[in-house]
């Protein structure tokens, strides 16, 4: 399996073969997980990511390659960005300080078919309760009739808001836009709520936010990701909060953010 990385901004890939695969694997097996545990037997081939950018990596996304029989080479993308509201806060600024929903700097994870395994806690005081991302993805397999041939880092987005990776999908771009938009959203819902307009009218602005793929999108051949989350989320704070409450809540997504996506 060829492993594709980004050892410039020190997020590396060790694959089988690597030396230290089996000395790094033997070490993160030894230690038990607060969610899921680990695949029990590991299958063949898997990863290894290590995180030696020194910042936490906040969204990430990996192309799992395969090859039939026939020849035909599918993929399989895994993609975190859009998965959680305390990304979303991150991605906007508002860090909410948790040991959850990112990797955290030296943490290690394994990855095998489709799939990741992990949690920051080879690196963190484990809290009270569980967390710090133990599994994602799902669906992609090793199988009799194909095998694997490759993983690709696309790319990753570190907590000082740095994207790395060749981003053959696009998605600079896509999330550039969709912060913007959930500004320019959250500006317009305090505006309404203070010019002492219903819930019902700023439902109705959040709404026209919650299509994946609207046909207006800069970006068409990308689906967007945390956007429609925002909007989805904030509507259900619209029969929770008071009005005063939802004013502070949109605002806080209103301010200018202190956290700005760049390119390498």
Same mark, same amino acid.
């Given at each position: 399996?060829?492993?594709?990385?980004?050892?410039?901004?020190?997020?590396? !890939?060790?694959?089988?073969?690597?030396?230290?695969?089996? *000395?790094?694997? #033997?070490? +993160?097996?030894?230690?038990?997980?607060?969610?899921?545990?680990?695949?029990?037997?590991?299958?063949?081939?898997?990863?290894?990511?290590?995180?030696?950018?020194?910042?936490?990596?906040?969204?990430?996304?990996?192309?799992?390659?395969?090859?039939?029989?026939?020849?035909?080479?599918?993929?399989?993308?895994?993609?975190?960005?859009?998965?959680?509201?305390?990304?979303?806060?991150?991605?906007?600024?508002?860090?909410?300080?948790?040991?959850?929903?990112?990797?955290?700097?030296?943490?290690?994870?394994?990855?095998?078919?489709?799939?990741?395994?992990?949690?920051?806690?080879?690196? !963190?005081?484990?809290? @009270? *309760?569980?967390?710090?991302?133990?599994?994602?993805?799902?669906? @992609?397999?090793?199988?009799?009739?194909?095998?694997? #041939?490759?993983?690709? !880092?696309?790319?990753?987005?570190?907590?000082?808001?740095?994207?790395?990776?060749?981003?053959?999908?696009?998605?600079?771009?896509?999330?550039? #836009?969709?912060?913007?938009?959930?500004?320019?959203?959250?500006?317009?819902?305090?505006?309404?709520?203070?010019?002492?307009?219903?819930?019902? @009218?700023?439902?109705?602005?959040?709404?026209?936010? +919650?299509?994946?793929?609207?046909?207006? !999108?800069?970006?068409?051949?990308?689906?967007?990701?945390?956007?429609?989350?925002?909007?989805?989320?904030?509507?259900?704070?619209?029969?929770?909060?008071?009005?005063?409450?939802?004013?502070?809540?949109?605002? *806080?997504?209103?301010?200018?953010?202190?956290?700005?996506?760049?390119?390498?």
């Amino acid at each position: 399996m060829m492993c594709r990385d980004l050892p410039e901004v020190g997020v590396v !890939l060790l694959p089988s073969s690597h030396a230290e695969n089996r *000395r790094a694997l #033997e070490a +993160m097996l030894s230690r038990r997980l607060f969610f899921t545990p680990w695949p029990d037997p590991v299958p063949e081939p898997a990863a290894i990511l290590c995180n030696n950018s020194g910042r936490r990596i906040i969204g990430f996304s990996f192309v799992w390659t395969f090859v039939e029989a026939g020849g035909r080479k599918p993929a399989f993308r895994m993609m975190n960005v859009g998965s959680s509201s305390s990304q979303l806060d991150m991605l906007t600024g508002n860090d909410p300080g948790e040991h959850f929903n990112y990797i955290a700097a030296g943490s290690r994870r394994l990855l095998t078919p489709g799939q990741m395994h992990g949690d920051n806690f080879d690196v !963190l005081p484990p809290p @009270a *309760r569980g967390g710090g991302f133990s599994g994602a993805g799902g669906g @992609a397999r090793d199988t009799d009739e194909r095998a694997l #041939e490759s993983v690709t !880092l696309d790319f990753v987005i570190l907590d000082d808001g740095l994207f790395a990776g060749p981003d053959e999908s696009g998605h600079f771009e896509m999330l550039v #836009e969709e912060l913007d938009r959930i500004h320019d959203v959250s500006a317009a819902a305090v505006e309404l709520l203070q010019e002492g307009k219903t819930a019902g @009218a700023v439902f109705d602005l959040l709404h026209s936010h +919650m299509d994946r793929q609207p046909p207006s !999108l800069r970006v068409p051949h990308v689906t967007r990701s945390v956007l429609p989350m925002f909007a989805q989320w904030s509507a259900g704070q619209l029969g929770r909060l008071s009005r005063e409450d939802l004013i502070l809540w949109f605002a *806080r997504y209103a301010q200018p953010g202190k956290f700005h996506l760049r390119r390498v």
